[in-house]
């Protein structure tokens, strides 16, 4: 079976630049979550769709960062402008309802110069 | 949010058992304990879970005190591949929630 899959791997930009990260998940995952992970913590969560639906978005800065979950399939991150401090790896995971255990991808590594 | 007190770091030998301790003194009765680990550059992945009851799987066991209170996870044999941050979570479903809320977990040194 197919993990969650997630693109791009690494980006690199400079400051107020702005940035767009791509989540496939498990065939059939009706719940999807994008979580952020800065060096040396823990992962925080950023938003959780069901189907697609937003669930939680209480933690997303909606000033610059957005999500969507169209066909509640795919799903796409986008931060505008970045910041400095948006340095981290975003991870998506994906669970079969909200109950499941979460399937997380390797995740998108951004660098913000 | 229901939070757990781990500690930062542990080193094993390999082959040997690994006991990860997890405090969680404000558990309520609905929070499931749930382990994740992370492998470098890699996303956390499931590892066990549990209510009340110890449980065991392929790849760990999870000893529930009485109380709730506390936990621990068991690695029965340490390989190196078992060198990885592990995550003690309690997870609560609430409406349609029941995302996994991360602390900084303890980073588990395996050697040779």
């Known amino acids: 079976e197919a993990g969650v899959a997630q693109s791009p791997r690494y980006k690199i930009i400079e400051k107020r630049q702005s940035v767009a990260f791509w989540c496939n998940p498990i065939?059939?995952?009706?719940?999807l979550y994008w979580y952020q992970q800065i060096l040396g913590q823990g992962p925080k969560l950023l938003i959780q769709?069901?189907?697609?639906?937003?669930?939680?978005d209480s933690q997303l800065p909606k000033d610059r960062f957005s999500a969507e979950r169209l066909k509640g399939v795919d799903s796409t991150l986008k931060i505008q402008p970045a910041k400095l401090e948006d340095s981290a790896v975003y991870l998506c995971?994906?669970?079969?309802?909200?109950?499941?255990?979460?399937?997380f991808g390797e995740g998108s590594r951004l660098t913000v110069l | 949010d229901a939070k757990t007190t781990q500690p930062n770091s542990m080193e094993s030998n390999e082959e040997e058992p690994v006991h990860l301790p997890c405090n969680h003194s404000t558990i309520s009765g609905t929070d499931y304990i749930h382990w994740y680990r992370q492998l470098p550059s890699q996303g956390p992945e499931y590892v066990i879970h549990g209510l009340t009851s110890n449980v065991n799987n392929r790849m760990a066991s999870l000893a529930i005190a009485e109380d709730r209170k506390s936990s621990t996870l068991i690695l029965h044999r340490a390989t190196l591949r078992d060198a990885a941050v592990y995550y003690c979570?309690?997870?609560?479903?609430?409406?349609?929630?029941?995302?996994?809320?991360f602390g900084k977990g303890t980073k588990l040194s395996v050697k040779p």
């Open positions: 769709f069901q189907n697609n639906g937003v669930v939680d």
């Open positions: 065939s059939g995952h009706a719940t």
């Open positions: 979570i309690l997870r609560t479903y609430g409406g349609s929630q029941g995302n996994l809320i």
């Open positions: 995971a994906s669970s079969t309802d909200y109950r499941g255990e979460l399937f």
